[in-house]
């Protein structure tokens, strides 16, 4: 899974575009869009392995799309060039589910997930559920350690996404919630409003 770059901890970053969370749940059932870009793991995809419905892949063009949105022949964005998806499959219903968490990043796929370990000089793929804290995992900006792995059960939409070819490729999970803010008070002189938008150099 990937340690991938330019957002704050295990969310997106400012150029994720206004997701709320009825935006949130829209996308959860396959209808909404979603941009952004995140720390993300590298995760190596099988069939019978499955993404959650949030999961976010970068497509050929930088932008970001659900797992729940993404259609067969799209082409996305892998470690080392892209990927054709061959196969999308959705389940529902209880999932067991593996939690994985570095310093910069998150990732929850389902327990049988295919992940890159880095273990003395080599690369090797391994079922999520089968990862301890402390182990090395394979991340965009290099290698990371596991701070925290944890496995719950959840009633979650599921995919398995087949990809040729069989490359590991980046993927993070859209926060469940996010937090309001609001940008500069517009004054109510118009006048003002212009000059309140004029470059401030030197002042």
Same mark, same amino acid.
């Given at each position: ?8 901890? #295990? ?5 994720? !575009? ?8 829209? @996308? /959860?059932?396959?209808?909404? !869009? ?10 190596? %995809?099988s069939p019978t392995r499955c993404f ?36 999308? !499959? ?5 999932? /067991? ?24 000089d080599k690369e090797q793929v391994v079922p999520a559920y089968s990862l301890?804290? #402390? ?35 980046? @993927? ?9 803010? !609001? ?5 109510? %002189? ?14």
């Amino acid at each position: 899974f990937i340690d991938s770059a330019s957002t704050t901890n #295990g969310g997106v970053s400012a150029g994720f !575009k206004g997701t709320s969370q009825s935006r949130a749940m829209k @996308a /959860q059932d396959g209808r909404s !869009k979603a941009r952004g870009n995140g720390h993300s793991y590298i995760s190596s %995809n099988s069939p019978t392995r499955c993404f959650l419905w949030n999961t976010l892949f970068q497509d050929l063009r930088g932008q970001f799309i659900l797992a729940s949105e993404v259609q067969p022949l799209a082409r996305l964005q892998g470690r080392c060039g892209d990927v054709l998806l061959k196969l999308v !499959k959705r389940h529902e219903g209880l999932q /067991q589910l593996s939690i994985l968490t570095t310093l910069h990043a998150n990732l929850t796929v389902t327990a049988s997930h295919r992940v890159l370990v880095r273990r003395g000089d080599k690369e090797q793929v391994v079922p999520a559920y089968s990862l301890q804290e #402390g182990e090395d995992v394979v991340c965009a900006r290099g290698v990371a350690k596991l701070l925290q792995v944890r496995q719950e059960q959840r009633e979650v939409s599921v995919f398995e996404l087949a990809f040729e070819p069989d490359m590991p490729l980046s @993927a993070f999970n859209l926060p469940d919630d996010t937090i309001l803010t !609001k940008g500069f008070a517009m004054p109510k %002189n118009t006048a003002q409003w212009h000059d309140a938008r004029a470059p401030t150099h030197g002042r």
